[in-house]
């Protein structure tokens, strides 16, 4: 509730899943300090740091919400499970937005390559693996920007991302998508500079402040979001946790199905009002002018065969502009400044 201040709220305990290695074996959190954070698991739908038994993983605060559930949302530029729920997600700002307030973190996936583990050890690894989990999410990913234009970090983005919230929290969630549809379709080092600032004239921030922010302030509340993460013992993405004004909680880990994050916050508010909104394909891109088959297909709650049929159709009459990869297409609406 508005004006309260933050509370602590219930023990949570140590997460209780795991990832799996290169040949898909499991193994128990005890085990998980050698866990390559680009090795997303399809199975669990988690990217996954290694854990560090030192940090605090016991309790949670989360500030008060002027909504009524507080979601704070654990996730990093390049994780594809984070893209992988991209259409649930997007359906549920549409279903609940009124109800939730989704506060964004940070929870840098990858500081740098001195991660050596599950038979990645270099960039040129990580190339097929994001071709495999493309076809698992069904959402479009092209590994090859690992051969031909790898990150060194996840952190540069993931900063600029800060740097952005500190303009526009709305223009920042733009932002976040252009450098994900970025490196995940168009295979761009979202590292440089030269991409952050083209993402940050498409969703129209003012350059000037954004880049002294990305050199200056935004590190530290990059740093911040890093130690809340620690706190509130985040060691993979997504993570999300869900809060309601009288400190109950729940957490959903990993990439779920829709009603995984649906159930979340009607255990928090029973009555909680799903809004209906326009399903017409129109309408949704008016909502969101680029989408994929898979999340065009959640948001009209159409069959994945008809969805790209529709899309198609919208294509060859010039309403939308169709990007191809070999791993998928997105499709934009044609004039528009997104």
């Not at 085990?31 to 740091?49: A, F, K, R, S, Y």
């Not at 605090?56 to 990093?76: C, G, R």
């Not at 969101?288 to 060859?316: G, H, V």
């Amino acid at each position: 509730m508005k004006g309260k201040s933050a509370l602590v709220v219930l023990l949570i305990g140590f997460l209780s899943f795991s990832a799996c290695d290169g040949q898909s074996k499991k193994h128990s959190m005890k085990n998980e300090t050698n866990n390559n954070p680009l090795l997303c698991d399809p199975q669990t739908g988690v990217c996954e740091m290694p854990v560090n038994d030192s940090a605090t993983q016991n309790y949670n605060t989360l500030k008060a919400s002027e909504k009524t559930v507080k979601i704070i949302y654990y996730t990093d530029p390049i994780c594809s499970s984070c893209w992988g729920i991209e259409p649930q997600l997007r359906k549920l700002k549409l279903e609940y937005g009124n109800e939730v307030d989704i506060e964004y973190r940070m929870g840098g996936l990858l500081p740098d390559w001195s991660y050596n583990s599950g038979g990645i050890s270099k960039p040129a690894d990580v190339a097929s693996h994001w071709d495999e989990v493309s076809l698992y999410y069904d959402m479009p990913i092209d590994g090859d920007v690992w051969l031909e234009d790898p990150l060194h970090s996840s952190y540069p983005p993931s900063i600029a991302f800060k740097a952005a919230q500190m303009q526009d929290n709305k223009k920042a969630l733009l932002f976040l998508r252009e450098i994900r549809e970025m490196v995940f379709l168009q295979k761009k080092n979202i590292t440089k500079w030269t991409y952050l600032e083209e993402a940050a004239k498409r969703v129209a921030l003012d350059i000037v402040p954004f880049k002294a922010d990305f050199e200056g302030k935004a590190n530290l509340l990059f740093k911040e979001d890093l130690k809340l993460g620690r706190t509130m013992g985040v060691h993979g993405f997504p993570t999300m946790f869900f809060r309601n004004n009288d400190g109950k909680t729940e957490m959903v880990y990993g990439s779920r199905p829709y009603a995984a994050y649906e159930n979340a916050i009607l255990k928090l508010l029973p009555n909680a009002k799903k809004q209906m909104y326009d399903k017409s394909p129109e309408a949704i891109f008016l909502e969101y002018p680029t989408l994929t088959a898979k999340e065009f297909s959640e948001l009209t709650e159409t069959s994945r065969e008809e969805a790209e049929k529709t899309l198609d159709e919208m294509t060859a009459d010039g309403t939308l502009e169709k990007y191809t990869t070999k791993n998928g297409a997105i499709w934009k609406l044609i004039n528009t400044s997104n």
